[in-house]
């Protein structure tokens, strides 16, 4: 099931990457008015308009700019009011503003899907105000002309009609539409009903009137009105609150910082709520109930996480509190609203989920946001990695202080790897002007590759003077926009030196370096000569300039010697100090190089640096040398000792990559695998030796033992592993364990339970299939959970496939993320085509009793049959062409008309 789950996402990537279609922008002029509805294009006029040697089309290339600053809103002040039955908000928005330079007598706001009730100018007394109305922009024409000195007012009441909007969304944000009521009416007993905003990119202009653009900044207050049961949260602090005499309750948030559009929200649901402190500031965790014994143990290194990175970055939390809100059927994985950042589900775990997944990266990441995004802000989408790269970087941060320097660089190394995945079809640099919807900026580009870029100039500049980049950096443009030129500037201003070169290489142009090394050594001149060559596409990513640290080690010392590498081919020279032949050569020995770096290593050289070398990827790098040659004599020795590494992974990829072609080698690992499989502190260690004793020793009936003892894990993959091995030794043994286990089952462990079940046709299954979906929390585990039921209802009788379609099509239907409404499709799909096999078997017999001369009253049965599966085939043809005309989402949409039902 995972590999061909493995092949979906890969033909899914494929086809997305089919699906970017680039485009360009014709030159055009612009009518200027003051009149608000006189904004229309203009055909290009040319006095070369009749000269046949001018090209057919005329074209400039796309330059998505920042937007121009014509108004700047100081002040926005909500009320709002919730409509659970239609799911929709009533709403009325005060907004002060002034001009940004030149006189306006107009003002446009971004207003989506709102039914507009009255537009008036506050003052003495209101004064209504003319305006024009597409469904998307809001264009008011004012009383009279205004100067960049006088504020002015304006008030709107309006409906917004998030159901209604139409904007187009995107793989990092699965839906556009601003405001998501979730379960509203309470049809469904398994969610809570809960009202949450996810305004990134631009979307929380579709539940309230602004100018939805990254460069604007503003402070505001929030007043919602909710039932009373229902708990409250936006950005800032609620400074009052009042109950209303029909059962609701009305709520303010104030908040008097300014932060850009995107990052105001609001939160709304039976929520419990944890409080933790840091510094006297307010730091709490909205969790679900059945959650809150957890809430410390998910959000508990928060507090910790504050002082951390206000120590690092001599920048202190500047905001008022800091909330974390846990909301249902997210469009994202978490968001940074300024003060209350939102969670999707994912998130709630139990301690026993958490030993073997913690989403701490992903909090310190939403985290650091709140100095990198929210105090100083990207001014365009084009300049997102000022946003994203930074967040990014925190997971190492974190990763480096709290769990040392291996989790960190095992983090890059991961980073690194998407990175290069994506690379392979998307050939960008990180700022870049040229997307074609903003939301392609949310790619491993601007997350992973920026991510490791930063570090890698870290590693270039020094801590020193790194960290007092990002302190000039962020006092100097605290509560501002701002482009990448302004974090060079900052740097340059602590350093000293130009960097335009490492900012052009890495920032503004794509690609990496790919280096080829080799190296000897000369006893006559006691000198390693050191070969490096740039083997990249120099015409796709050009020739770079790269600083490299070069270790050279030999009897128990080190020498470290800083080079350069900037032509396609150069020779360096390194003197030692004595004639003495060196143990290994180590290139960008910080391993901070966003890049591939290509070194043949023997295996005596592999050994030694895999139980000798002091980071991570070094040691990765031999094991994985040590694992291409363990047919070699003396392998199998190295190998059991990458297995003792002090570091989880190395051990992870030791054990996984042991080959069994060779039983007297295979016999040598059997002791450390099963002491790793019984008492490795990492979780995944343990499951992966139950896995490799069970592949390598297949009939050793011992390891039954072992493995109903691991079923007392409290670690879920551990119980997994355990189980898949259990049932490959003793199959109807190991089913009658894992009945008494379905009520408590969860993760990995559950999935193995599906699979066991599909593949042993364990019958009477669906509907405990059916409950336990609702414990499957992560969105690539329910993806692959709905397609394991579904090869469970095709491997079973007509009737449970009947049972189960309604079930599927509420997946299909309802589903927040379009990926898991696809794998409702694709079951209910699959169901169709079983149903068209059956039809297709049975019309077969028909005619081949047909042939024999039998009697038509004996094939009746037959006919009567063929048709009951037309029939159901045809009923599931509507059922699909229902779903795909409800279907809003335009990515699913797209590769539903490239694959077809």
Known sequence: MKNSGTRFFASLAMICCIMVQQTSCSIFRKNRSEDPAAYEDTEFISEYANDDTLPEVIEMPVYQATATRINDILHTELDVRFDFDSS???????????????????????????????????????????????????????????????????????????????????????????????????????????????????????????????????????????????????????????????????????????????????????????????????????????????????????????????????????????????????????????????????????????????????????????????????????????????????????????????????????NISHYFEEYFQKKVSLIRFDYEKREDMFDRHSYQKGGAVLHMLRKYLGDDAFFEGLKTYLNDNRFQPVEIHQLRLAFEKVCGEDLNWFFNQWFLSPGHPYVDVEWSYSAENKSVALVLAQQQDLETSGLFKLPLDIDVYFKDTKLRKRIVLDSVKQTFHIQLPEDVQPNVVIVDAENSLVGKIYQTLSQEQAGWQLQNAPLYNDRFAALETLLEKQAEPGSAALLNRAMHDKFWNIRLTAINGLAGDDPEITMQYMDVLLKLAASDPKSVVRAAAIDKLTELFPTDSTLFQLCEKSLSDSSATVQSSAISAMYALNPEATIAFISKMEETASGNLLSSIVGIYTQAQVPGKMAFMKKAYSRVKGPNEKYFFILSMGNYAMAHDEQIIRESLPFFEQIAKTESAWWLRLAGIQVIAEAKSWYDVKADEAAADIMALKEKGTPIVEIHDKEVMKASYTKQSELISEMLLSIRKAEKDPNLNKLLNLVGE
């Open 88 to 414: 929709r908000l009533f709403g009325k928005a005060r907004i002060e503003i002034k001009p940004w330079f030149y006189p306006v007598d107009s003002l446009i706001l971004d207003a989506k899907s709102f039914d507009i009730k009255s537009v008036q100018l506050l003052g003495k007394t209101p004064v209504p105000l003319k305006y024009y109305y597409d469904n998307t922009t809001l264009r008011i024409a004012l009383d009279r002309s205004y100067t960049r000195n006088e504020i002015y007012s304006v008030q709107i009441e309006y409906i917004a009609n998030p159901e209604k909007v139409s904007q187009q969304a995107s793989d990092a944000i699965t839906s556009a539409k601003g405001l998501y009521f979730i379960n509203p009416r309470g049809d469904d007993p398994t969610k809570p009903t809960q009202v949450w905003t996810q305004g990134e990119t631009e979307s929380n202009s579709c539940w309230f009137p602004t100018i939805d653009k990254p460069n604007e900044k503003m402070t505001h207050q929030i007043t919602m009105t909710v039932p009373e049961r229902y708990k409250t949260l936006s950005n800032g602090l609620m400074i009052a609150t009042k109950k209303n005499t029909d059962g609701t309750r009305s709520d303010t948030w104030k908040m008097d910082m300014p932060h850009a559009p995107y990052l105001v929200m609001m939160a709304v649901g039976e929520y419990s709520v944890v409080k933790d402190t840091w510094r006297n500031i307010a730091v709490d965790y909205y969790v679900e109930k059945e959650f809150e014994p957890y809430a410390r143990k998910i959000f508990g290194n928060t507090p910790e996480m504050l002082e951390f990175f206000s120590k690092k970055l001599g920048v202190d939390y500047p905001w008022q509190k800091y909330a974390q809100v846990v909301v249902r059927d997210y469009v994202s994985g978490a968001m940074e609203n300024t003060t209350a950042t939102v969670f999707g589900e994912f998130v709630q775990q139990t301690p026993a989920e958490m030993l073997d997944q913690n989403y701490e990266s992903v909090i310190a990441h939403e985290l650091f946001h709140h100095w990198f995004g929210d105090l100083v802000t990207c001014e365009s989408w084009a300049n997102l990695p000022l946003n994203e790269s930074f967040a990014t970087l925190a997971e190492y941060l974190w990763d480096e202080y709290k769990y040392g320097r291996d989790a960190a660089d095992f983090h890059n190394q991961q």
